[in-house]
């Protein structure tokens, strides 16, 4: 099966950016929609944002839109989540997990159809 992992997480202040990486065992995402989720403590894992990787689609939660973006590092094979404007509510895990790419390459996925899933990178914004 696909193996995933990320990369890039860390401590950060508020206000500031951090840049996380998502690469897989396949050797390439071609095949696959990547979403980005997370997880506060005591809370429920919530949508980021995703990619397609063959039309390039982005999808992204209203309460990141405007500050993360989501990309494809075509050189790497990895998907790129940069986030800007950091604030203590982006706290928490943040997971990569990839869905086959479905026929009519939607962006938008239930979470069960992401089939593959990394072991998280924290995030962690305070003062």
């Known amino acids: 099966q696909v193996q995933l992992v990320e990369s890039g997480g860390g401590s950060v202040q508020p206000g500031d950016s951090l840049r996380l990486s998502c690469a897989a065992s396949?050797?390439?995402?071609?095949?696959?929609?990547t979403g980005w989720f997370r997880q506060a403590p005591g809370k429920e894992r919530e949508f980021v944002g995703g990619?397609?990787?063959?039309?390039?689609?982005?999808q992204y939660s209203g309460s990141v839109k405007g500050r993360f973006t989501i990309s494809r590092d075509n050189d790497r094979n990895t998907v790129e989540l940069q986030m800007n404007s950091l604030t203590p509510e982006d706290t928490g895990v943040y997971y990569c997990?990839?869905?086959?790419?479905?026929?009519?390459?939607?962006?938008?996925?239930?979470?069960?159809?992401?089939?593959?899933w990394g072991q998280g990178t924290q995030v962690t914004v305070s003062s």
């Open positions: 396949e050797r390439s995402f071609s095949a696959y929609a």
């Open positions: 997990a990839a869905a086959p790419t479905a026929p009519d390459m939607r962006v938008e996925y239930y979470e069960f159809e992401y089939e593959f």
């Open positions: 990619i397609v990787w063959r039309n390039g689609r982005t």
